[in-house]
């Protein structure tokens, strides 16, 4: 795979009507971006394009597969019912042992992200960007050149998994000669390359906004990684949109869940319910003012 660096260019004219689906990064919050392609599957209408960072790469690339909203609904809430079960998978995609952190070699928890995508992926996405039913770019960020890079040819699962590697938590990936980290550090919400004249561009910001109190709380090690990493990623799209918004943003996510916090999926996925509604309204008006 050749990664490409991300640039903005003037775009030709996109035939009316046509849209864009653009998924944020967001750890487990981004869940709630399952309700918007239910919305999508009930409206009859399916994005030309679509681009996701970080937890939103990966529901993006499973939706691009042919995968309707409601089986992945239907995938998450299974994967996440057991919750030893997931955890044994988490423990196989370990790249580091205890013993490591006593030998000062690295860090016992840091997780394969290829190997952690083959673990909960639904079988049925393919190995190949190529192979998608609907064209779709993954965005991660250059380590060493601090760039934006987006993956859109080639091999599908080192390219996601370079786009959710939160450093830290889960691996660098070496690809195309790249060190590739997670996306969210440079654009979580990969929209801006996509705004282009006659193009309906759908964002969805699943990123954590501040608590109203604070309970005086310190974090776990873990927990104090990923809270940073939203804090970031909440900065960052505020920037972005109040620079130049997409054509409609949806924000989506249940307030006070954590990054990790994957087992509260039900609960999640059913305060994005109202979501649904609101995603229908706005692109059934942007579609016909298009048209």
């Known amino acids: ?149 987006t993956l859109s040819e080639g091999p599908l699962t080192p390219a996601v998994a370079a786009s959710l590697a939160i450093p830290g938590l889960v691996r660098p990936v070496a690809l195309g000669g790249h060190v590739l980290i997670d996306g969210g550090a440079i654009n979580p919400l990969p929209y801006e390359r996509l705004l282009a004249p006659g193009r309906i561009v759908l964002a969805i910001d699943v990123s954590a906004p501040p608590l109203a109190t604070s309970d005086g709380r310190i974090p776990g090690a873990m927990e104090t990684i990923v809270g940073a990493s939203q804090i970031l990623t909440r900065t960052l799209v505020q920037r972005m949109v109040e620079r130049q918004p997409p054509d409609i943003l949806i924000r989506s996510g249940l307030d006070g869940i954590g990054g990790l916090d994957f087992f509260k999926a039900k609960a999640i996925l059913a305060a994005a319910e109202p979501v649904k509604d609101e995603v229908k309204r706005a692109l059934e008006r942007a579609l016909a003012a298009a048209g």
């Not at 918007?36 to 409206?43: F, I, P, S």
């Not at 409601?70 to 988490?90: I, P, Q, T, Y």
């Not at 030998?103 to 079988?123: H, Q, V």
């Open 1 to 149: 795979m050749s990664p490409r660096h991300a640039a903005h260019r003037p775009e030709a004219a996109k035939p009316a009507g046509e849209f864009a689906l653009v998924l944020g990064a967001g750890g487990a919050r981004g869940l709630s971006q399952i309700p918007v392609l239910e919305a999508l599957d009930e409206l009859g209408v399916k994005p030309s394009l679509i681009a996701g960072c970080s937890i939103g790469a990966i529901i993006g690339a499973a939706y691009a597969a042919g995968i309707p909203g409601s089986a992945l609904r239907e995938h998450v809430l299974g994967s996440f019912r057991d919750r030893a079960r997931v955890v044994a998978k988490l423990l196989d995609a370990r790249i580091g042992k205890l013993a490591d952190l006593v030998r000062g070699l690295g860090n016992p928890a840091l997780i394969d992200g290829e190997r952690l995508l083959d673990l909960f992926w639904p079988e049925a996405v393919p190995d190949r960007f190529e192979e998608l039913a609907i064209p779709f770019s993954a965005t991660a960020a250059d380590y060493h050149r601090h760039v934006e890079v």
